[in-house]
């Protein structure tokens, strides 16, 4: 069994930053692609950023040039790290990972979620 687990969400005023870190734990063989969706109230969850077990990124136009996503392959652990974050940034954050288990299986896991508000 996989777990991924999230912490660094909270309360920021606008213009502020936050960083979030999503662990991924278990019956491990490897991580591929790992990535931060949201879902704000009454919205579908939307990707905001994906990185592959390479390097390579990918943000939502909305975030671009305020997000950054990072990872620890060493560690199966992703950042997100947050700057300049609008009232709009708003919404419960989930970490997503494409595991490879033990067995050899692929499956995608999904962190439990993690609340950003930003408001004054």
């Known amino acids: 069994q996989v777990q991924l687990v999230e912490s660094g969400g909270g309360l920021v005023q606008p213009g502020g930053s936050l960083r979030l870190s999503c662990a991924a734990s278990?019956?491990?063989?490897?991580?591929?692609?790992m990535g931060w969706y949201r879902q704000a109230p009454g919205k579908q969850r939307e990707l905001v950023a994906s990185?592959?077990?390479?390097?390579?990124?990918n943000y939502a136009d909305a975030v671009k040039g305020r997000f950054t996503i990072s990872r620890d392959n060493a560690k199966n652990t992703v950042y997100l790290q947050m700057n300049s974050l609008k009232p709009e940034d708003t919404a419960v954050y989930y970490c997503?990972?494409?595991?490879?288990?033990?067995?050899?299986?692929?499956?995608?896991?999904w962190g439990q979620g993690t609340q950003v508000t930003v408001s004054s």
């Open positions: 990185i592959t077990s390479g390097g390579s990124t």
């Open positions: 997503n990972a494409l595991i490879i288990a033990g067995s050899g299986q692929w499956y995608p896991a």
């Open positions: 278990g019956s491990i063989l490897d991580v591929d692609t």
